[in-house]
Each structure stands twice: as structure tokens, then as C-alpha cells.
T-cell receptor, first 113, second 114 residues
Framework: KAGVTQTPRYLIKTRGQQVTLSCSPI?????VSWYQQTPGQGLQFLFE???????NKGNFPGRFSGRQFSNSRSEMNVSTLELGDSALYLC????????????FGPGTRLTVT | DQQVKQNSPSLSVQEGRISILNCDYTNSMFDYFLWYKKYPAEGPTFLISISSIKDKNEDGRFTVFLNKSAKHLSLHIVPSQPGDSAVYFC?????????????FGTGTRLQVTL
């Protein structure tokens, strides 16, 4: 069974631009969560989608948004990029069968200059 | 407000010895805890978990201990191997309605030396 895939793996953007990251969950997994990892902050929860609905949201500004499609694939968008948005963005999927365990993709490394 | 804390940013252990990674939490509503391992340029990999109804869970070389009264958990790796060198994250589950999210600590970098 294929794992969680994320595209692109690396991205360089300039301040003020917007970016869209994509995540394909493990087949059969309907829950997709997004996390931001920065040095010293660990992994910070962004939001979770289940059956195309946002179920939970972390403490990030409205510039961070996401959506989920009927095939469970998910995208997250960051508008008006700031230097502080430079981070590794991780996507994780889970199913009711996996319980609380979430399975992570390799991440997208975003650099904002 | 860091609800899950890993106070040791790094740990160095000799091959064959025991590695003990610690984690503290402040939110008494957390009732499920997980450990993840992360190599550079890869996403975290699930390692082992424990429910709050237990105080110990074992899987091969990995054992997680939970002390609810102290709001403390630890991961023991015995014996430690060079391939265990990675960053280890402790995570806790907090429920919001029917949803769940993982709250992570900041990680401990484990280096296993020969």
C-alpha cells in the first residue's frame, strides 16, 4: 500500500506570494491533518479534514487555509507569504482503523525569501 | 503555551546501552500518547503508543511508560543501535468533539555512538 505523498517536496517563494501544497493520503484513509515544523517549535497542528470538512483547526492566522476533495486528497494554501512561514509542512493521514496513529508524508520544505 | 514538553533537546548513548527519552505534559485531558521517530528529510514515523488506562506498553526494543499522576511519560530503547539515531517526538491526543489532533513536543535528538 502506497504511503502518504506530498508535492512538491521543495519550494522557494518570495514574500507576498501565495503557495499551494498538495497531499495524497494512504488509500482508504479519510482523515488528513496538516502540521508545520520549524526549528525550536516542533510540529504545530494546522488543521484536520475529514470527508471534505474541516474538523479541527490550530492557532494559525487566516492566511493558512485548506480543503479536501472527494477522493480525500487535500491541499493547503498560504497567502501573502511572510519570512516566518519558512518551514517544513507535513501532511498526515489516518483512518478509524488506525486509531490515533497518524501516518506522515515526507513533507514540503517551503523557503520564503 | 507548550502543553507537551521534551526538556532534553539532545541525548547521546553508547551502542548496546539503554536510551531513555522523557516527556512531560500539562493538559490532564490528554488520554493517549504516541512516540514518533524522524530522520532528516523524512516525515515522522509512528513508533509506539500508550493509552492512559495503561502504565506500560512494550514493542520489541521499545517500551513506553506512563505516570499519569506526574503527567510524565518516557520511552526506553534497549539495546540502543546506531540506526536509532534520529529525532524523537512525543505526542499527545486531545479531543475536540469528534475530531482529534496531535500535540507534539519539540523533540529530542538521540545519537547512538559506537
Amino acid at each position: 500500500k502506497a504511503g502518504v505523498t506530498q508535492t512538491p517536496r521543495y519550494l522557494i517563494k518570495t514574500r507576498g506570494q501565495q503557495v499551494t501544497l498538495s497531499c495524497s493520503p494512504i488509500s482508504g484513509h479519510r482523515s488528513v491533518s496538516w502540521y508545520q515544523q520549524t526549528p525550536g517549535q516542533g510540529l504545530q497542528f494546522l488543521f484536520e479534514y475529514f470527508s471534505e470538512t474541516q474538523r479541527n483547526k490550530g492557532n494559525f492566522p487566516g492566511r493558512f487555509s485548506g480543503r479536501q476533495f472527494s477522493n480525500s486528497r487535500s491541499e493547503m494554501n498560504v497567502s501573502t507569504l511572510e519570512l516566518g512561514d519558512s518551514a517544513l509542512y507535513l501532511c498526515a493521514s489516518s483512518s478509524r482503523h488506525s486509531g490515533n496513529e497518524q501516518y506522515f508524508g515526507p513533507g514540503t520544505r517551503l523557503t520564503v525569501t | 503555551d507548550q502543553q507537551v514538553k521534551q526538556n532534553s533537546p539532545s541525548l547521546s548513548v553508547q551502542e548496546g546501552r539503554i536510551s531513555i527519552l522523557n516527556c512531560d505534559y500539562t493538559n490532564s485531558m490528554f488520554d493517549y500518547f504516541l512516540w514518533y521517530k524522524k530522520y532528516p528529510a523524512e516525515g515522522p514515523t509512528f513508533l509506539i503508543s500508550i493509552s492512559s488506562i495503561k502504565d506500560k506498553n512494550e514493542d520489541g526494543r521499545f517500551t513506553v511508560f506512563l505516570n499519569k499522576s506526574a503527567k510524565h511519560l518516557s520511552l526506553h530503547i534497549v539495546p540502543s543501535q546506531p540506526g536509532d539515531s534520529a529525532v524523537y517526538f512525543c505526542a499527545a491526543v486531545g479531543f475536540a468533539g469528534t475530531a482529534s489532533k496531535l500535540t507534539f513536543g519539540t523533540g529530542t535528538r538521540l545519537q547512538v555512538t559506537l
